[in-house]
């Protein structure tokens, strides 16, 4: 710390009399590689927060979108009723007031028998997911040291896919 005489500094700091950030006439390989490094991090960094404001921009679409969606399904869930009902009001005009009700309550039972069928097929089709595990299990052997390894042809996951049939079903 200097001292000072009625406020003002009794020695003066050095004022540089070139600009410390300017370029180096020539700048040697490791300045090169520094700033090469520091203005690709840069850009990676800010790379990564334009990815991130934009997958947070669409996400917050979606969430809306999707909430209009629930909101028109839970609308006509309840609307469904008003249909049973009025089919069971058309029926009653040739049968029996209980008959057509009774009608009615069967078409709804067998739909929800058909339905709850075809979900049951589809879920029993759900298979392990054979790839992953087999990749897993591949990983110590990948990391194992040694050059006598046999070497091995890696194929990409795209080549994987496309090879093989959806073990889902779908």
């Given at each position: 710390m200097?001292?000072?005489?009625?406020?003002?500094p009794?020695?003066?700091?050095?004022i540089?009399?070139?600009d410390p950030?300017?370029?180096?006439?020539?700048?040697?390989i490791?300045d090169?590689?520094?700033?090469?490094?520091?203005q690709?991090?840069?850009?990676?960094?800010?790379?990564?927060?334009?990815?991130?404001?934009?997958i947070?921009?669409?996400?917050?679409?979606g969430?809306?979108?999707?909430a209009?969606?629930?909101?028109?399904m839970?609308?006509?869930?309840?609307?469904?009723?008003?249909?049973?009902?009025?089919l069971?009001?058309l029926l009653?005009?040739?049968l029996?007031?209980?008959?057509?009700?009774?009608?009615?309550?069967g078409?709804?039972?067998?739909v929800?028998?058909?339905?709850a069928?075809f979900g049951?097929?589809k879920?029993r089709r759900i298979?392990?997911?054979?790839?992953?595990i087999?990749?897993?299990?591949?990983?110590?052997?990948?990391l194992?040291?040694g050059?006598d390894?046999?070497?091995?042809?890696?194929?990409s996951a795209d080549?994987?896919?496309a090879?093989?049939?959806?073990?889902?079903?779908w």
């Open positions: 200097s001292e000072r005489r009625n406020g003002v009794t020695t003066v700091t050095s540089p009399l070139v950030h300017a370029a180096k006439p020539d700048p040697s490791g090169l590689v520094k700033d090469a490094t520091s690709l991090s840069t850009l990676v960094r800010a790379e990564m927060a334009l990815a991130k404001a934009e947070t921009r669409d996400v917050k679409k969430l809306t979108g999707s209009f969606f629930i909101l028109a839970v609308v006509l869930f309840y609307s469904t009723f008003f249909f049973f009902f009025f069971a009001e009653d005009s040739w029996w007031r209980w008959a057509a009700f009774l009608i009615v309550f078409i709804m039972v067998a929800t028998v058909v339905l069928l049951y097929l879920v298979r392990d997911p054979q790839q992953t087999e990749s897993v299990k591949e990983i110590p052997e990948a194992a040291p050059p390894k046999p070497a091995r042809a890696i194929t080549d994987r896919r090879s093989t049939a959806d073990p889902s079903g």
